[in-house]
């Protein structure tokens, strides 16, 4: 998965850059109510020398988060005037080197809130870079992939379990949250979307999303493993997409269907890959309300 999601390299004008920080980290610090730091166990050989940044990335066009070493999940509560008790938990991609805040997160959460579902933005371990981890990505993705590979695979156990940590963390205080125990979605990005994996194939009962929404997954680095277990799925992708071939996501679509999932997919003949929320005027921009006409069709468990 060469995870340099090039459909962010748009270039903004630098101004433009340090004015979208100022408002944007003014409103978004404003919209979230609380950051929780999910129980997690020390990292075993892996170090970081960096501390964690969020900044403008102009490759990306949006915020971005490098270098996280403790998993935080940042709250969004829905307005209690139209407060439904379903939840999502949003797991942004990066490549496992960096989170994609603004497309993948901020905005996404601010739309679920719209509509009366609370969001939380996972902030899972990364592997640690210098300063531009973004630029770090895309280099090795260049230039020697079993490198990236093998980076990743290091901190990649330690993500799966802070996926696995905000779902238990969600459920244990769904009341003095407002959400229900048993309306929790996990929805993963990219390699956000490895994290969903990992967190489906792992997953017990008191720490199984209820449903699962990977968008435009990463596929080589934790196969999916669907069981009579895995609660209901809707993929999002695009046929164009630049790093993952169409036939993966129908593979793994019939892969759910045959193990007896009750599976969606919505596969967009344009969109590329990394789309979330800055594409604009095309069907796969709708993404999110399909989602959340999904999300409403679910039948869920009485608590």
Do not use: C
Not at 161 to 166: N, P, T, V
Request: hydrophobic letters at 40%.
């Amino acid at each position: 998965m060469h995870q340099t999601q090039k459909v962010y390299s748009e270039k903004r004008p630098i101004l433009f850059g340090i004015v979208f920080i100022l408002v944007n980290l003014t409103s978004f610090s404003v919209f979230s109510q609380a950051i929780i730091e999910l129980p997690h166990k020390d990292t075993e050989g892996v170090e970081w020398d960096t501390k964690e940044r969020e900044f403008f990335s102009e490759a990306w066009g949006g915020l971005a988060i490098t270098n996280v070493a403790r998993p935080e999940l940042v709250v969004f509560k829905a307005p209690e005037k139209n407060r439904k008790d379903i939840s999502v938990i949003l797991s942004p991609g990066g490549g496992i080197y960096a989170l994609s805040m603004q497309h993948e997160g901020y905005s996404v959460a601010k739309w679920l809130n719209e509509q009366g579902i609370t969001a939380f933005i996972l902030k899972y371990r990364l592997v640690p870079t210098g300063e531009d981890g973004i630029a770090e990505l895309a280099h090795i993705a260049s230039t020697d992939n079993n490198a990236r590979i093998k980076k990743t695979q290091k901190i990649l156990p330690y993500a799966v379990q802070d996926g696995l940590s905000a779902v238990s963390y969600v459920r244990n205080n769904a009341k003095s949250l407002g959400v229900s125990p048993n309306k929790i979605g996990f929805m993963g990005f990219s390699g956000g979307g490895v994290i969903l994996f990992g967190v489906m194939n792992e997953a017990n009962m008191q720490n199984r999303p209820n449903f699962l929404i990977p968008v435009y997954p990463g596929t080589d680095l934790i196969l999916p493993k669907p069981d009579k277990h895995t609660p209901p799925t809707l993929f999002i992708a695009a046929a164009n997409d630049q790093l993952i071939d169409a036939t993966v996501f129908t593979g793994i679509f019939n892969q759910f269907h045959t193990a007896g999932v009750s599976t969606g997919i919505y596969l967009y003949n344009d969109g590329g890959h990394g789309f979330g929320t800055w594409l604009k005027d095309k069907p796969a921009s709708k993404w999110l309300e399909s989602s959340y006409e999904w999300m409403m069709d679910l039948s869920f468990e009485e608590e």
